[in-house]
Structure formats: C-alpha cells, structure tokens
C-alpha cells in the first residue's frame, strides 16, 4: 500500500481551513474528493497542520495512502485537473515510507504573516494581508517579539478552543521587518497552540502602534490567561510557508528563503 506525500499551495479565502467541517468546504474536502475521483478510492489526507478559516498555504505538506502504485507525477496533474477552479494546487507529489507521516513526522512548521501598512485601500492584496493604517514601527514590534522566543506557557496567546494538551510550547524564532509599505512576520516552532501566530502578531501591532509597551507583552505572557490578550490578528494575513521532516530538504524553499536571513 503506497504512501504519497504532497505539497501542497492554496487560497484559503473560501475555505473553513485545511480539516473538514461540517459548516462550510474545506481544503481536505477538496483533496480527497479529487483523491477518490482520480482513483476510486476513499482516503483521509492528514496535513502538517490545520488551519483556520481564511488561513493560506505556500508548502503545506500532506499525505495519503493508496491500495495500488500510480505513478506520482500521473497523479499530481491528475489531482490537478480535479481540484480546478479551487484555489488547491498540488506542488509535488511523491511516494515516501510507509511511517513518515505528515503531522507526526514533522519538525518544524514555519509561518509568515503579512501586514501592509499604508493609508491607501487594498486591491491584489485583498484578502491576503492585514491591512493597518496607522503607521507601524516593525523595529520595534521585533525587539518586543524577542521575548516571545523561547519555551514559554503561551496560555495567553491560546485560543479556548486550542486541544493541545499543554500550553508550553518553544517557539524557535519570531522575526519582524519592513519591506516597505509591507511588515512581514516570521515564526518558527516544532508545533504551534490555536491561533498562537494571530495572537502574538495582534498584540505585537499594538505595540508596534505604541499602543502596548513592551512591558505590556510580558505581562500579558506572565498573565497566563487568555483574557489579557490584547488582539488577534485576522486571518487572512497568516501563510503556511513550510514543514521540515528528518532527512529532508525544506520544501517550498523559494518560499522560505526569507527565514534564512
């Protein structure tokens, strides 16, 4: 029985996220209708990571297992074909080992969010950054985000409906920077709480809009408490950007250059 593994790209604007839902489609609705219209067989598709509503993907890595050998390149234009015109594109497809698993095999997911700080009104990037009027200082939105690095009890920055079995977690790197009229945020972790990017990014703005002190960040992650939050960023500026496995090249590393800095 053939394990494939995928990467894969998508727009997350008319999805629930990755996971199936009963309330609305999803990427892993998608996947596997495209799976079992191209070879008659019924898969689940497990993901590096699930994702909330409105959430993109530059690399995300799947995998699925098949009962019969189908060539890897045959299959991935054929999901391809099927999954047209929703915004799900399959990057690679390959065969792997019958124990590498997408999420469990993982370690280290990297996230970018996107923040375009201008006056003028969003057109191309509608819908896939945060949009912030008021001017952002992103040296200082890094020097707060330093504190952040680390292994920490992130219950703060946790959503309440988070199924991790603790809120400890060792977030690896945490960058900001201008590009600019565009502030990019970068983080690196073996595994991430439920809206743990979105929330340290919105509370990372308020500090950037001098709004919050640094001292104002870490007391809220002392806090250990979700009511300190101060924001949760939006959605649709958060991007899947890659998944590392032992053994392999990044994938998605024309995406992921910019971690490397």
């Given at each position: 029985m053939p394990r494939f593994a995928l990467t894969l790209e998508w727009d997350g604007t008319p999805f629930v996220g990755y996971q199936r839902q009963p309330n609305g489609p999803s990427v892993q609705q998608a996947l596997e209708a495209a799976v079992l219209a191209v070879t008659g067989e019924t898969v689940g598709v497990h993901a590096a990571g699930r994702t909330d509503t409105g959430v993109h993907a530059k690399a995300m890595r799947?995998?699925?297992?098949?009962?019969?050998?189908?060539?890897?390149?045959?299959?991935?234009?054929?999901?391809?074909?099927l999954l047209r015109p929703q915004p799900v594109a399959v990057l690679a497809c390959v065969v792997?080992?019958?124990?590498?698993?997408?999420?469990?095999?993982?370690?280290?997911?990297?996230?970018?969010?996107?923040?375009?700080?201008?006056?003028?009104?969003l057109t191309v990037?509608?819908?896939?950054?945060?949009?912030?009027?008021?001017?952002?200082?992103?040296?200082?939105?890094?020097?707060?985000?330093?504190?952040?690095?680390?292994?920490?009890?992130?219950?703060?920055?946790?959503?309440?409906?988070?199924?991790?079995?603790?809120?400890?977690?060792?977030?690896?790197?945490?960058?900001?920077?201008?590009?600019?009229?565009?502030?990019l945020i970068a983080a690196q972790a073996r595994s991430f709480l439920h809206h743990q990017v979105r929330s340290m990014v919105g509370c990372l703005s308020l500090v950037g809009r001098g709004h919050w002190s640094q001292g104002d960040l870490a007391e809220a992650l002392a806090a250990k408490d979700r009511c300190k939050l101060g924001l949760n960023a939006p959605p649709e500026g958060l991007y899947f950007i890659s998944a590392k496995y032992p053994g392999e090249h990044d994938h998605g590393d024309e995406q992921a250059h910019r971690f490397d800095t």
């Open positions: 799947a995998h699925f297992d098949l009962g019969r050998a189908f060539d890897p390149d045959r299959l991935c234009g054929a999901l391809n074909a792997v080992a019958d124990d590498w698993h997408a999420r469990f095999s993982c370690v280290e997911r990297a996230y970018e969010y996107r923040i375009i700080n201008r006056r003028a009104p990037d509608r819908g896939r950054a945060w949009h912030i009027i008021r001017p952002v200082d992103a040296d200082v939105m890094h020097e707060a985000a330093q504190m952040l690095v680390g292994c920490h009890d992130f219950t703060t920055f946790r959503s309440v409906h988070c199924q991790s079995k603790s809120p400890v977690k060792t977030l690896d790197r945490l960058d900001v920077w201008r590009e600019g009229d565009r502030v």
